[in-house]
């Protein structure tokens, strides 16, 4: 599918998204998408493995585009503080923690009204890259979501970085809906870095000479992937069994570390 569609379709997904329980949702184009900061760098970082990692249909340091995909819709839900259980891996749980779920959900019901009501065709993807997912913190700041703040992470206005996201693919290019200028990073002394069990933002990993570009991680290219895999590592050798309501079987649940996340003071509701 072609046509272009108005302009007012944008709000009406940003409203659905709304109403299924996303706390922001917006579009960006698959073109700005694949120049964006990761997804240039995505190839040239090595192929080493964090946790979660899948053996999947999509080789390491590669991200697949579909060919007919021209805009990209990403939906973020709120993880606050008071709700750690959203954020939990639980071994066997279908959707892999609550709050993807969560996602997964606003995606389908999204996904059924923009193909019936609208003619417009969806891919929902999936959350590895390894098996066709794409990279979803860049998609979110092109789609004027927030920014990358200074502890690698999506930074909202409304949330800071306590949120989760997902994508799906059109058919069809939509209006976008970022980037835009919020940058609450500047002039703040980054209590997200101290707070790093494992020194992860200590030394610079990339630079611009090795990697063409200079929107590194963290923005100055200081995060370190391998050290904060290590601590979930960690996370994961401490994970606890738990009974889930409505099951027999107990499950092994990891919680992982969001100290970077939970550190930072954009978004955090009022004492
Ligand atoms: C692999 C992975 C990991 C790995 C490696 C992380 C990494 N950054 O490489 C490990 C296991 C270590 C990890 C850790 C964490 N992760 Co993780 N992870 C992923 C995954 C699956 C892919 C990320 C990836 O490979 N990125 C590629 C590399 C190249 O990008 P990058 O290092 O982040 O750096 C780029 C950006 O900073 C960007 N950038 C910099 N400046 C600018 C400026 C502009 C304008 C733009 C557009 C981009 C941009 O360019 C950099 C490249 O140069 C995503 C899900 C997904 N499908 O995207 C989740 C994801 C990024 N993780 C997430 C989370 C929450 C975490 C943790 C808090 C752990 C936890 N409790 O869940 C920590 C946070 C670590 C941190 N401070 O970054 C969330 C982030 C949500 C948010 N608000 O940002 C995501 C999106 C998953 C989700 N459920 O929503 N993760
Ligand atoms: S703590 Fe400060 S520097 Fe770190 S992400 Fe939040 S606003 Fe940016
Ligand atoms: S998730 Fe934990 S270990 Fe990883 S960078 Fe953030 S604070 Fe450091």
């Excluded at 108005?6 to 998204?17: G, M, T, V």
């Excluded at 059924?112 to 929902?124: F, R, S």
């Excluded at 209590?191 to 494992?198: F, L, Q, V």
């Excluded at 309501?245 to 996340?261: A, D, F, K």
Aim: net charge positive; proline share 7%; hydrophobic share 35%.
């Amino acid at each position: 599918m072609t046509s272009s569609l108005p302009e007012e379709i944008k709000d009406h997904i940003i409203e659905k998204a709304g109403e299924f329980g996303a706390c922001s949702a917006g579009i960006a184009a698959v073109d700005t998408l694949k120049k964006s900061p990761s997804h240039i760098v995505y190839g040239k970082i090595g192929d080493y493995q964090t946790v979660g990692n899948r053996e999947g249909q999509i080789r390491p340091g590669e991200v697949s585009w579909p060919q007919n995909a021209r805009s990209a819709i990403i939906v973020a839900v709120a993880h606050p503080e008071n709700k750690p259980e959203l954020d939990w891996w639980i071994e066997g749980y279908n959707g892999g923690t609550p709050g993807n779920r969560r996602l997964t959900d606003i995606n389908d019901k999204l996904a059924v009204g923009l193909e019936e009501e609208h003619g417009i065709k969806i891919t929902k993807l999936p959350y590895h890259i390894e098996s066709g997912g794409i990279l979803l913190k860049d998609a979110a700041v092109l789609a004027g979501l927030g920014c990358i703040g200074k502890n690698n992470m999506l930074v909202t206005p409304e949330f800071g970085p306590r949120v989760r996201l997902r994508a799906m693919l059109t058919d069809v290019a939509l209006p976008g809906t970022g980037p835009v200028d919020f940058d609450p990073c500047r002039g703040c002394d980054m209590p997200c870095r101290h707070a790093c069990p494992r020194q992860a933002f200590e030394a610079r990993i990339y630079s611009q000479k090795d990697f063409g570009i200079d929107q590194l991680p963290a923005r100055n290219g200081v995060f370190s992937r391998t050290l904060c895999n290590r601590q979930m590592k960690l996370d994961e050798a401490n994970s606890k069994t738990i009974k889930m309501e409505g099951r027999e079987v107990p499950r092994r649940r990891v919680s992982y570390c969001r100290l970077c996340e939970f550190s930072c003071p954009v978004g955090r509701p009022s004492q």
